[in-house]
């Protein structure tokens, strides 16, 4: 059953949308409020908009993280507004969007609430982190919607530190006034992602540092608030030195060496001074030798240059010694670094991965007890198994087929297990480099044999 309502003040906007418990319409830079339960009309005066044209509403609606929407029939614009408080006496109205819509004077609008209606928005800021001296700074901004909702846009926000000048932005849906930076970004599938791109002018100042911070808003329901950061420093001089690291041979042979190249480059645009490699060895790696300029101490390979030329680039060769025993693959990391400041420390380090290939050379003897014997008697033999390296093996198994003339009676290993039929079979587990396994066997031969 209807029940009738009497507004206790005139009802201006030609629509509205529910915003907490309230309905709410706007007018250029006016919002009303409507408490449907008492007819309480209430009107505020908000001063949103530079451009009023832009609060002429021909449509109003309610964005999946509760904002509220206002689409302008004068303008086209869209705008997404925060009302803090909205059933209080004096709410608050902050400006988080604009962005361009259709301008058509006949305007309407409509939420359209997906199902589940929750993203999950990241943001990661890059840049680099040193600069030359009023050099230009690029940051990237790449949101990310992890879902399980689609994405029906995002706002970020973007307020560069004032010692930064000339702040701008070539992504489109991004506005800049001064230092603050506003991108509405587009809708986005699950695992889909967008990038924005920032600059700017670096402080004059040597050594001054300045710690730029984004912040993402969801559309939809988003629970977790992101938001990102990086820091970037001037420096009077700039030295990009990258390192990759290679070995030999592949896959390495446990019980042998290996042959790690580190190739340092310096990238500039300046000299690198005081350039050092280090380099941790691993477990199952041990030292053995390393180019002219290194040393060895504490597990760690240091190789140092007093200094690196813009473009120039150096060598350094490291040999290491696999342990025999090593079960998997190594991993050894290199890193360069100079005290001159760099400008991308991303490529400072490198890391290869070597896989193992054993290689055990095994022997084998066998020897008899007696050297004739008797039909139906038993003869006593001998196996001996030894492991002459390079590397452990993990699994030796011995296959010893029995003629028809000879029965199984017993064969015990000093390690491992034995089973018999007509062949007999030893799983002797694992042998190391040197070490050796002995099986005696004890045999029937047939009362017929002659």
Same mark, same amino acid.
């Given at each position: 059953m209807a029940t009738q309502i009497i507004l206790s003040d005139k009802w201006v906007p030609a629509d509205f949308t529910q915003v907490g418990d309230f309905l709410w319409g706007a007018l250029n830079n006016t919002l009303q409020r409507l408490d449907p339960q008492t007819g309480q009309v209430d009107t505020f005066q908000t001063n949103l908009f530079t451009n009023s044209e832009d609060g002429a509403a021909g449509a109003v609606f309610t964005y999946g993280n509760g904002n509220l929407g206002i689409s302008s029939s004068n303008t086209g614009v869209v705008s997404q507004v925060a009302i803090g408080n909205p059933g209080s006496s004096s709410p608050t109205f902050t400006l988080v969007s604009q962005s361009p819509g259709p301008q058509s004077h006949r305007n309407d609008g409509a939420s359209c609430t997906p199902? =589940?209606?929750?993203?999950?928005?990241?943001?990661?800021? +890059? !840049?680099?982190?040193?600069?030359? =001296?009023?050099?230009?700074?690029?940051?990237?901004?790449?949101?990310? /919607?992890? !879902? =399980?909702?689609? +994405? $029906?846009?995002?706002?970020?926000?973007?307020?560069?530190?004032?010692?930064?000048?000339?702040?701008?932005?070539?992504?489109?849906?991004?506005?800049? $006034?001064?230092?603050?930076?506003?991108?509405?970004?587009? $809708?986005? !599938?699950?695992?889909?992602?967008?990038?924005?791109?920032l600059t700017g002018t670096a402080p004059a100042t040597n050594g001054a540092c300045v710690q730029n911070f984004a912040r993402i808003l969801a559309n939809e329901q988003d629970d977790n608030e992101r938001s990102a950061s990086v820091q970037t420093c001037v420096a009077a001089?700039?030295?990009?030195?990258?390192?990759?690291?290679?070995?030999?041979? +592949? =896959?390495?042979?446990p019980g042998t060496n290996e042959t790690f190249t580190l190739r340092v480059k310096n990238g500039g645009p300046d000299a690198a001074q005081d350039a050092v490699v280090s380099d941790p060895l691993p477990a199952g790696l041990s030292f053995v030798s390393a180019a002219s300029g290194c040393s060895f101490a504490n597990a760690t390979v240091t190789c140092r240059l007093n200094s690196l030329a813009s473009g120039a680039s150096t060598s350094f060769t490291v040999v290491a010694h696999v342990a025999s025993s090593v079960p998997s693959g190594i991993v050894n990391t290199a890193q360069v670094d100079s005290s001159t400041a760099d400008p991308d420390p991303s490529n400072n380090s490198s890391t290869v991965s070597a896989p193992i290939g054993p290689a055990a050379d095994l022997a084998i003897t066998k020897s008899a007890s007696v050297s004739t014997i008797a039909p139906g008697g038993q003869l006593v033999?001998?196996?001996?198994? $030894?492991? /002459? !390296?390079?590397?452990?093996?993990? /699994?030796?198994?011995?296959?010893?087929?029995l003629p028809g003339n000879l029965s199984l009676v017993t064969a015990l290993p000093s390690q491992g297990s034995c089973i018999g039929g007509a062949d007999i079979i030893c799983s002797l587990g694992a042998l190391a480099v040197g070490g050796s396994v002995q099986v005696l066997v004890a045999v029937q031969v047939a009362s017929s044999f002659s």
């Amino acid at each position: 059953m209807a029940t009738q309502i009497i507004l206790s003040d005139k009802w201006v906007p030609a629509d509205f949308t529910q915003v907490g418990d309230f309905l709410w319409g706007a007018l250029n830079n006016t919002l009303q409020r409507l408490d449907p339960q008492t007819g309480q009309v209430d009107t505020f005066q908000t001063n949103l908009f530079t451009n009023s044209e832009d609060g002429a509403a021909g449509a109003v609606f309610t964005y999946g993280n509760g904002n509220l929407g206002i689409s302008s029939s004068n303008t086209g614009v869209v705008s997404q507004v925060a009302i803090g408080n909205p059933g209080s006496s004096s709410p608050t109205f902050t400006l988080v969007s604009q962005s361009p819509g259709p301008q058509s004077h006949r305007n309407d609008g409509a939420s359209c609430t997906p199902h =589940p209606n929750i993203t999950d928005l990241s943001i990661v800021k +890059s !840049g680099p982190a040193n600069v030359l =001296p009023e050099s230009t700074i690029t940051w990237t901004l790449t949101v990310t /919607n992890a !879902g =399980p909702a689609i +994405s $029906s846009g995002f706002t970020v926000k973007d307020t560069v530190p004032v010692a930064v000048t000339n702040v701008a932005s070539s992504t489109p849906g991004c506005s800049v $006034s001064g230092n603050d930076v506003t991108c509405v970004g587009p $809708s986005l !599938g699950v695992d889909e992602s967008f990038q924005i791109a920032l600059t700017g002018t670096a402080p004059a100042t040597n050594g001054a540092c300045v710690q730029n911070f984004a912040r993402i808003l969801a559309n939809e329901q988003d629970d977790n608030e992101r938001s990102a950061s990086v820091q970037t420093c001037v420096a009077a001089e700039l030295a990009d030195l990258s390192i990759v690291k290679s070995r030999s041979p +592949s =896959p390495a042979v446990p019980g042998t060496n290996e042959t790690f190249t580190l190739r340092v480059k310096n990238g500039g645009p300046d000299a690198a001074q005081d350039a050092v490699v280090s380099d941790p060895l691993p477990a199952g790696l041990s030292f053995v030798s390393a180019a002219s300029g290194c040393s060895f101490a504490n597990a760690t390979v240091t190789c140092r240059l007093n200094s690196l030329a813009s473009g120039a680039s150096t060598s350094f060769t490291v040999v290491a010694h696999v342990a025999s025993s090593v079960p998997s693959g190594i991993v050894n990391t290199a890193q360069v670094d100079s005290s001159t400041a760099d400008p991308d420390p991303s490529n400072n380090s490198s890391t290869v991965s070597a896989p193992i290939g054993p290689a055990a050379d095994l022997a084998i003897t066998k020897s008899a007890s007696v050297s004739t014997i008797a039909p139906g008697g038993q003869l006593v033999y001998t196996l001996v198994v $030894s492991n /002459n !390296g390079p590397s452990d093996d993990d /699994n030796v198994v011995v296959s010893d087929p029995l003629p028809g003339n000879l029965s199984l009676v017993t064969a015990l290993p000093s390690q491992g297990s034995c089973i018999g039929g007509a062949d007999i079979i030893c799983s002797l587990g694992a042998l190391a480099v040197g070490g050796s396994v002995q099986v005696l066997v004890a045999v029937q031969v047939a009362s017929s044999f002659s």
